[in-house]
């Protein structure tokens, strides 16, 4: 179990989604990334061109989410989407999935629409957000058996603009079904140390968090924090 400052960075995706960051909190956010050893910043897709910028040279890679927060856009501007981000230097993408198609059990579609930006992603690592607060266990499992079957890079529990967050629970079922090939991302609720310890012990591999800071260090999350 990762208890060092050091270690534990590594497992986190330092984020920052608000539908009003500034350039300035982006720029924070990549310098933090930068003196922590973060994995990575996990940004909106218009923010990649500057973060980038701001992490040229620097360990932490620049994530981008697709689709984002709602997974219901058209499959081929999703893909457009991940494909400007990695041009604009993404080494990273989240997307979405579309949780209505998989709730009404449209299963092909569900694959098609990731298969589309797995296709534009190449060699760029993919994360499926499943969005785990709208669904059931059966469409959790479902979903990643789905993942598991085109061999993304990761599974993810949830945008943290939805309902609910990540839980034990739900990472337990997903690496359970994805198994030990494909990561396990937490995300939603994850803002200090036990909760993360928690969530790799359970069998996260990454952890989307705007609390990275207050996790290496053990202190307590920020009002509001993803």
């Known amino acids: 179990m990762p208890t060092d400052p050091l270690p534990l960075a590594a497992y986190i995706d330092h984020t920052l989604l608000a539908a009003d960051a500034s350039q300035a909190s982006i720029r924070q956010l990549c310098a933090e990334a930068r003196e922590h050893g973060f ?7 218009a923010n990649v061109p500057l973060a980038a910028e701001c992490l040229r040279d620097a360990a932490p890679l620049v994530c981008a989410v697709v689709g984002f927060p709602l997974g219901a856009g058209l ?3 999703k893909a457009y989407e991940a494909k400007l981000a990695i041009e604009a230097g993404a080494g990273e993408i989240d997307m979405v999935l579309n949780i209505g198609w998989l709730k009404d059990g ?3 579609q569900v694959r098609d629409d990731i298969a589309q930006v797995l296709a534009a992603c190449g060699a760029v690592p993919l994360k499926v957000i499943l969005e785990t607060g709208l669904l059931d266990d059966q469409q959790k499992t479902h979903a990643c058996s ?4 085109l061999n993304v890079a990761f599974v ?3 945008t943290g603009f939805g309902h609910g967050g990540a839980t034990l629970a739900d990472v337990r079922l997903m690496r359970g ?5 494909i990561g396990v991302k937490a995300s939603g609720g994850v803002r200090d140390l036990a909760t993360a310890q928690a969530m790799i012990e359970a069998g996260a591999t990454r952890l989307g968090s705007s609390s990275g800071i207050a996790i290496v260090s053990g202190a307590k999350a920020a009002a509001g924090a993803y």
């Not at 994995?39 to 897709?45: D, E, H, I, Q, W």
């Not at 789905?146 to 079957?149: A, I, N, T």
């Open 39 to 45: 994995k990575s910043v996990c940004v909106n897709s």
């Open 75 to 77: 499959s081929a501007a």
């Open 106 to 108: 449209l299963l092909d």
């Open 146 to 149: 789905l993942c598991r079957e």
């Open 156 to 158: 993810k529990t949830s």
């Open 177 to 181: 079904v994805v198994g030990a090939q």
